[in-house]
């Protein structure tokens, strides 16, 4: 079975941190391009970062940059997203998906990407 499965999320407070973790089953997530997308109540689903498959460059969303980083551990088939200095406004379910070699871009669209995990909370609150 194909599938990706996030982890990590939880509370936090402002100024704190979290890591996310994106392992996969079924498959290799080193082909693939790898990106994470969070969606907070009542707005439209927006991209976090992503690492290409080719030469494993990194993009992030103007919002996140300098607080978020984006990583890969092949030997565990896993993507992480290193959060710090979160913001309230992080708050939301994040995602992560896996998409063809050309998916991951400056833009950190959704465009390409065609395997979802289930996603997993993070709220940030005092």
């Known amino acids: 079975q194909l599938q990706l499965v996030e982890s990590g999320g939880g509370l936090v407070q402002p100024g704190g941190s979290l890591r996310l973790s994106c392992a996969a089953s079924?498959?290799?997530?080193?082909?693939?391009?790898i990106g994470w997308f969070r969606q907070a109540p009542g707005k439209e689903r927006e991209g976090v970062s992503c690492?290409?498959?080719?030469?494993?460059?990194?993009f992030y969303a103007d919002s996140v940059k300098g607080r978020f980083t984006i990583s890969r551990d092949n030997a565990k088939n896993t993507v992480f997203l290193q959060m710090n200095s979160l913001k309230p406004e992080d708050t939301a379910v994040y995602y992560c998906?896996?998409?063809?070699?050309?998916?991951?871009?400056?833009?950190?669209?959704?465009?390409?990407?065609?395997?979802w995990g289930q996603g997993t909370q993070v709220t940030v609150s005092s």
């Open positions: 079924g498959f290799t997530l080193t082909y693939f391009a």
């Open positions: 998906a896996a998409g063809d070699v050309y998916a991951c871009s400056p833009s950190v669209s959704s465009s390409g990407y065609n395997r």
């Open positions: 690492i290409s498959s080719i030469n494993g460059r990194t």
